[in-house]
């Protein structure tokens, strides 16, 4: 049996790998995807497990963005490690809305909004707006890492907020939003992956915090670590794959076939819980 969890949990690594990047929904097809075939562990673990697991989605950015976001590197003059620095702050302004919102909602997030209903609404919602900032896109502004102010940063900031909503997509907000505000393509892109990083990271350890300190809750089992360090290393390598493909994609395409996509499931998860299937 614990075979037929070990490969529930690589499944849902590969798809917290794609999704998380790709503004498509990482928990959303996380939940869906247990919806079908849950995996067979206590509800405690689970919510820690679809958390923790994005620890090796960002260490992936981590690792293909190391030079351009590591201030200390010998390959950088004065200037560039003052950028640097300067673009971690704007990364940390960018996360102060997130970090008060979802530490206000987390609770509701996890008992009410976490349904196939509300996921299929923003799927639907966020799908019809990808479609319409490529039909009236506007005007680019921002061509440039550095050319994002911090009066931007915490207005993509804000759009990052949406995300706490199952179905909206952490990526998907903090694209959309920041092509809002006039930013390009791959510097929406570039600056929702670093963004991540801060969000993520902070999510998965107030969850093991909570983890921990509850009294009620037994200690992870050997066989739970295990399906989370599984979880963990294919988020990783799968999360590589999937930055680099967005990052040429998006060289030569816009954003209209993720919008499509996310209406499409949309419609597949309404029919579903019509006909009782969820």
């Known amino acids: ?21 790709l503004p498509i929904s990482s928990t959303g ?10 995996m067979n562990v206590r509800e405690e673990f689970f919510n820690i497990f679809k958390v923790v697991i994005q620890l090796g989605s960002i260490l992936a950015v981590l690792v293909l963005y190391f030079h351009k976001l590591n201030p200390f590197s010998p390959k950088k ?13 704007k990364v940390l302004v960018a996360s102060i809305p997130t970090a008060i919102v979802g530490f206000t909602i987390e ?8 349904t196939p209903l509300v996921i299929a609404i923003t799927l639907f919602v966020y799908g019809v707006g990808f479609l319409l900032l490529e039909t009236f896109p506007p005007k680019t502004r921002v061509n440039t890492l550095g050319d994002i102010s911090y009066g931007r940063a915490l207005g993509i900031g804000a759009f990052q907020c949406l995300s706490l909503i199952p179905g909206t997509s952490r990526s998907g907000s903090t ?16 600056f ?19 983890f921990i300190l509850d009294d009620e809750t037994a200690p992870f089992t050997s ?9 963990t290393v294919v988020a990783f390598v799968v999360s590589l794959l999937a930055i680099r493909f967005l990052m040429g994609y998006i060289k030569k395409h816009d954003f209209k076939v993720f919008g499509w996509y996310r209406i499409v499931l949309a419609a597949v998860i309404a029919a579903a819980l019509i006909l009782g299937w969820l």
């Open 1 to 21: 049996m614990f075979i037929i969890e070990l490969i529930k949990t690589f499944l849902q690594g590969i798809v917290q790998g794609i999704t998380e990047w």
């Open 29 to 38: 097809h996380i939940l869906l995807l247990d919806a079908v075939w849950p």
């Open 77 to 89: 003059n004065s200037a560039e490690k003052k950028d640097t620095w300067v673009l971690w702050s």
């Open 107 to 114: 609770d509701l997030v996890d008992s009410v909004l976490s």
């Open 175 to 190: 694209i959309l939003g920041s092509s809002l505000l006039g930013t390009s393509r791959e510097v929406a892109a570039e």
């Open 192 to 210: 929702s992956f670093f963004m991540a990083i801060p969000a993520m990271a902070g999510a998965s350890g107030l969850k093991v915090l909570k």
């Open 223 to 231: 066989d739970e670590w295990i399906l989370l360090a599984v979880g």
